[in-house]
């Protein structure tokens, strides 16, 4: 079945919206953009889906070359941009049951991971590089799936990493 599209300004899509009963959200409204109105009031059913691709775009390299504040001796140390056991910024990794990028690293074989939005994720403990695993490189777009979990108000709700915290040693007693 071939379904047209036309070009449309906002207040018709939102017309279109408010008129098949659907919650705002972008994915919502690029899928209600440019319907024709014919098929809006025939029973035309429409599948929202449960999943959606998130992309984001980071920059090419870690610019910032040295920290902002100088030490006691008035020298600006370098920043360490290079792999860490492996690893790199905005890497993804698999750490137990969560897939997440990486946002800060630190010498000691600790890192810190976040979500596609940029949040850190909270374990209750500094994830170990030793438990993770590398699933890809760093890109300059950041592609994650997010499942939709329920529609409220004004907002969609997104799924993010369910964590518990508990302790390394209860992890690992887990696997």
Do not use: W
Request: charged letters at 30%; a positive charge.
């Amino acid at each position: 079945k071939v379904i047209t599209y036309q070009q449309a300004f906002g207040y018709e899509t939102k017309f279109n919206r408010e008129e098949l009963g659907l919650p705002k959200a972008h994915f919502v409204d690029a899928i209600c953009v440019g319907m024709e109105k014919e098929k809006i009031y025939q029973e035309q059913r429409i599948e929202l889906p449960q999943y959606i691709l998130k992309k984001v775009s980071i920059a090419k390299g870690d610019y910032q070359q040295t920290e902002s504040q100088p030490n006691k001796k008035g020298i600006r140390p370098k920043l360490s941009r290079g792999k860490v056991m492996g690893f790199k910024k905005f890497d993804r990794v698999k750490y137990f049951n969560t897939t997440a990028f990486i946002k800060g690293k630190m010498a000691t074989g600790y890192g810190i991971l976040m979500d596609i939005d940029g949040k850190k994720l909270d374990f209750g403990h500094i994830p170990k590089f030793k438990m993770m695993r590398r699933i890809g490189a760093r890109k300059t777009c950041l592609i994650d799936h997010l499942r939709i979990e329920n529609f409220t108000s004004n907002t969609i709700l997104y799924s993010s990493a369910n964590i518990e915290k508990t302790s390394l040693k209860e992890r690992l007693g887990k696997r």
